[in-house]
């Protein structure tokens, strides 16, 4: 049943990818004009600023389901899926599937852009990192579904939310700036910030490193956040047509 979910979900992908590239424009703005500044910053450089930005990516995009889901609430179309044998366990797997699918397409094309441009690519460790990004974004997507469904009769609230968790959460993980030499306070808040340790796995898987032991946090942290996100968004998933 997730296939069908999944299928319907990629087919509008499939059918028009040039929306797909239109989603990435945003992280290769910040890619291209804000990358080439950190050159006389210590301890940056393409190799630490990518994997950045791919998990920035991954937050504003697979955080994008939520709204997939009012906009099918809003328009009635969840309801008909809601009245299948279909499971909520199904529907929420294959639409965080989607996400997850359209954000390694993403994660690969700031990639490939980014060479060019300096970054040395360590296949097999940055294929890991891709993994680990798609578990995370799997359990990001199935959070923003729950919350998108818990404030289906107030949409402005969904965004409100969105934005107010996902701002902090970017700027104290350190993915566009390190966040070591600000103040003692600061640094206290991105160690207690979880998306700090997903992005310290990334940076040192695509610097070729699978030994580093920030792989294995930021590991634990994506699977994690991947069962409960699953778990919290299949609760709300049975409450979607009431």
Do not use: C
Request: net charge neutral.
């Amino acid at each position: 049943m997730t296939s069908v979910i999944f299928e319907r979900e990629i087919a509008p992908v499939l059918r028009n990818p040039l929306g797909l590239v239109f989603t990435v424009a945003q992280p290769l703005v910040f890619l291209l004009l804000f990358g080439p500044l950190l050159g006389d910053v210590p301890g940056t450089g393409w190799q630490w600023f990518v994997p950045g930005i791919l998990v920035m990516t991954g937050l504003f995009a697979t955080a994008g389901a939520g709204w997939g889901i009012q906009a099918e609430l809003q328009g009635g179309s969840m309801e008909r899926i809601l009245v299948t044998p279909v499971s909520r366990a199904s529907i929420l797997a294959g639409k965080t599937l989607k996400e997850s699918l359209s954000l390694l397409a993403q994660a690969v094309l700031i990639v490939l852009v980014a060479m060019p441009l300096g970054f040395r690519l360590h296949l097999l460790p940055v294929l890991a990192g891709l993994a680990l990004l798609a578990v995370f974004g799997v359990g990001l997507g199935s959070l923003a579904i729950a919350l998108a469904i818990v404030t289906r009769k107030q949409p402005e609230t969904f965004w409100g939310a969105h934005q107010f968790l996902l701002f902090p959460l970017v700027l104290l993980s350190g993915v566009l700036l390190p966040v070591e030499g600000g103040p003692g306070w600061l640094a206290t808040a991105a160690r207690l910030n979880p998306l700090t340790y997903l992005v310290e796995a990334e940076r040192a898987l695509f610097a070729g490193d699978f030994l580093d032991s920030s792989v294995l946090w930021g590991a634990i942290g994506a699977v994690l956040t991947a069962a409960v996100g699953l778990t919290v968004g299949a609760r709300a998933m049975r409450t979607a047509a009431l």
